[in-house]
């Protein structure tokens, strides 16, 4: 009887495998959907990422000048890197995001000097994001003066307790 049934399951167990192997297998991919970040984050990002780079780059200009500068522009640039105009070693918080002019403006009546700006202001004005912690404001100035770069100088003179804003071209 055994031999009797084995040419039929054989055929069964052959019909079966065939089966399955021409049947398609279904894959399933799992896909994970991020929510789009907002616009102002990605910018955010990147522009403390470019600011960061920014300050790398003219850290090395700086690096690769000085050694055509003479002891006098040494000596110049040594002073202007350690000294804190008066008014400006008072520690205070500031925050701010906007115009550069009004920044400094803002930055200028906090120190107690007098606020004018030299040239043509631009249509589209360098913004800025500055946010010091219980520093000395010439931290915020030194940001400012950063954020701006080659659009704007700032000039403080603590003789006349006045404050320019350049705009160079």
Known sequence: MNLKLAPVALAALIAMSAG??????????????TPPAHPLDEL???AIESRDEMRTLAKIIEAKNAPSLTPQQHAQKHFQDVNVPAGFERISSFSYTGPASVAAQALSQLAGYKFTTRGNKFPNEAWVTIKTNRLPLNEALR????????TMRVEVDGASKSLVLVYLK
């Open 143 to 150: 940001e400012l003066g950063v954020q701006t770069g080659s």
């Open 44 to 46: 955010r990002s990147v």
């Open 20 to 33: 399955c192997s021409s049947s398609p297998i279904l894959r399933t991919n799992t896909v994970l959907v």
